[in-house]
């Protein structure tokens, strides 16, 4: 997919952008709990002083229900930029109108400053044209580099580049490329792990997969409907019934490997007894909460001899450590594989830096739903709208 490029701007001494960038940090107590998204916000940031653009730069964090949401501003992510910077770095209190405006106007050569949180303002997630007007007043050139919000058609991404000048940031650039290539070219074997709770959520990832995937392994509580349409006993697991047909169908294609084992409890907490069981022998009462440790040595024998290896959706509730294993397994097979890794966002993400594994992988998406999407459509409407801009 080409995208339009920082190289294809006309960045002159002062001009005025506007950085979507995607800063929805995690905090904890007021505090930056895992700062992986700030930092990948860096390079494009970067290349804009080198060329003395004046930046303003935008995000959303969290789901705040309005203004008064102040656990959800943008402050303590302003003030993290700055130390990462070495530059001041200051926050508008609002998100559009005078006040913003009037700091844009009044930043130097290579200045960068932050607007208040996006969704303080119920007119980003409803893609408000009026909205974006205002936002595009702050600049006269747009950059997108929030890969994880380029699956949403809010004001701030698909607004900006009807009326502006735009391109893809340097870390949107390098997602679209290496998604792209798992799409369209891998290395062979391709092998994807993918997990999670809902099989219901990754069905048009699998769909999708299947046309380029030499295998796909499933773990997480989605296995249980794959295990339900074997006819095997699940217990109390939890189980798509809606899903099981398709589930079936999955399974006949003979691309799809799932659990032996599974290790059960009575209840998903820190205190619960755990036991080892094989897959379709958990008795009434008990739920499947990891994979086994036969199923974890098969996964990773498998991840061992790839090529190319997709993972996403932790294949337990690794949360808790007694449930932990079977990810912390896979996690460590794919930071140990020869072949080209990739980890898709989100939970998996987070595993990989739990475990300590994050510097052996290849490529740690910024965006979990928005790498899904965008392995099951081939698109996101962020990037359909930078398209749109450079054809005009």
């Not at 992986?36 to 004046?54: D, G, Q, V």
């Not at 397994?329 to 990739?342: D, H, M, Q």
Request: hydrophobic residues 45%; glycine residues 10%.
């Amino acid at each position: 997919m080409k995208l339009p490029q920082l190289e294809d701007l006309d960045l002159q001494r002062g001009t005025r952008v506007l950085l979507r960038a995607d800063l929805n940090v995690p905090l904890m107590d007021g505090a930056i709990s895992d700062e992986l998204r700030i930092l990948a916000a860096l390079p494009t940031i970067e290349y804009l002083r080198e060329r003395h653009c004046r930046i303003a730069v935008c995000s959303h964090l969290g789901r705040p229900k309005s203004a008064a949401d102040k656990q959800f501003s943008l402050a303590p992510v302003a003030a993290r930029l700055s130390q990462l910077l070495g530059v001041s770095v200051a926050l508008s209190p609002e998100v559009t109108g005078f006040e913003s405006i009037g700091m844009s106007e009044s930043l130097a050569d290579a200045d960068v400053m932050m607007i208040e949180n996006l969704r303080f303002d119920p007119r980003e997630v409803s893609n408000d044209p009026a909205f974006a007007t205002n936002l595009t007043a702050l600049a006269e050139v747009f950059v997108n580099d929030a890969f994880g919000a380029a699956h949403r058609s809010h004001a701030s991404v698909v607004g900006p580049p009807v009326v502006l000048p735009s391109a893809a940031g340097r870390l949107l650039a390098r997602e679209v490329e290496v998604l792209g290539t798992l799409l369209e070219n891998p290395q062979r074997p391709f092998v994807a792990l993918l997990g999670g709770s809902k099989v219901s959520d990754k069905l048009g990832v699998i769909d999708a997969l299947l046309n380029t995937c030499d295998q796909i392994l499933i773990g997480g509580a989605m296995a249980f409907t794959f295990h339900r349409a074997m006819g095997l006993s699940i217990g109390d697991s939890l189980v798509e019934e809606g899903f099981v047909e398709r589930c079936g169908e999955l399974l006949a294609t003979g691309k799809i490997l799932v659990p032996t084992d599974v290790v059960i409890a009575k209840d998903m907490t820190a205190s619960a007894a755990s036991r080892h069981c094989g897959a379709g022998r958990i008795p009434a009462g008990y739920k499947g909460l990891d994979i086994g440790p036969e199923t974890a040595g098969t996964y990773s024998e498998v991840v061992h001899d790839a090529r190319t290896v997709l993972w996403n959706g932790p294949m337990g509730v690794f949360e808790i450590p007694q449930f932990a294993m079977g990810t912390k397994t896979v996690a460590e097979a794919v930071a140990e594989s020869r072949g080209f890794t990739v980890v898709g966002g989100g939970d998996s993400a987070a595993a990989v830096r739990q475990f300590g594994y994050a510097d052996r992988i290849d490529h740690i998406s910024t965006g979990g739903g928005a790498s899904l999407e965008f392995i099951e459509q081939g698109d996101l409407v962020g990037l359909k709208a930078l398209r749109e801009a450079a054809a005009r």
